[in-house]
């Protein structure tokens, strides 16, 4: 499912950028058909410019996203725990919260884009050169959505993740078993949870390593992943590429917990 969404995400964060790249075109054009007064307006409504320019592309891609996350909780619930899942008006409106919050944050990351361009484009316009924002764009574009492509990951991550905890909790699953890669990028929080070191850096804490992964919510609840995030939601941190997935009590057992 991670690696489903890590795909969802990049290809959301190129039809932005896509989107981008077809407005700065436009606004150029505009710069280059005006005078002065009217490119200091253009100027002017650059970075609210963008986000319009993306704004039902982007708004509708994050809800089919969102929806995609849902359907593959309920799916997993059925298919591995012989469990229907049902989302309530209260999940409608944690899941409500959740996505406005995350494209006002993708929208704040395409206005931040047109405030380094419109601060870059004024320079041109004021110093009489021609414009000509390519090598800016370029480099522009390679930070800014390959950041931006993580951001939607880790939202829509967190959010399949706090629906999951809702839902085990609403079936009365206490278990947890922890997921994901081990690599030379896993983070210490991570490696030490997977039960492989055997020591925490300062400001991570977890009550108590287990070889089997297998963890209560409420040894969850006590875990630090030392970023301020929560666990729970955020597993190892910004960005984490691995998951709580909750099991039965019987499934526990037999992975051998409590060891």
Request: hydrophobic content about 35%; charged content about 30%.
């Amino acid at each position: 499912m991670m690696a489903d969404l890590e795909e969802a995400s990049k290809r959301l964060a190129e039809l932005i950028e896509k989107n981008v790249s077809r407005a700065i075109q436009r606004i150029v054009t505009e710069l280059d058909d005006v005078q002065a007064l009217e490119q200091a307006n253009v100027l002017n409504n650059l970075p609210e410019a963008l986000v319009e320019a993306n704004l039902e592309d982007v708004a509708q891609r994050l809800e089919e996203l969102f929806a995609e996350e849902l359907e593959a909780i309920r799916s997993e619930f059925r298919t591995r725990l012989n469990t229907e899942v049902t989302y309530s008006d209260v999940d409608a409106t944690l899941i409500t919260g959740l996505l406005d919050s995350y494209e006002q944050a993708t929208f704040a990351t395409i206005r931040e884009v047109g405030i380094d361009l419109q601060a870059e484009l004024t320079r041109q316009v004021i110093t009489g050169q021609t414009i000509n924002i390519d090598d800016f764009y370029d480099t522009l574009s390679a930070r800014t959505f390959r950041n931006l492509a993580t951001e939607i990951e880790t939202a829509t991550a967190a959010m399949s993740r706090a629906v999951t905890a809702r839902k085990a909790d609403e079936a009365g699953l206490t278990y947890y078993r922890y997921f994901g890669p081990n690599d030379s990028v896993t983070r210490p929080f991570c490696d030490y949870v997977l039960g492989d070191i055997a020591k925490l850096p300062k400001r991570v804490e977890v009550p108590v390593q287990r070889d089997s992964r297998v963890y209560t919510r409420d040894e969850i609840d006590q875990m630090s992943n030392g970023q301020g995030l929560d666990v729970l939601t955020y597993c190892g941190g910004w960005n984490c590429r691995h998951q709580w997935r909750p099991i039965t009590e019987e499934e526990a057992k037999r992975l051998g917990y409590p060891s």
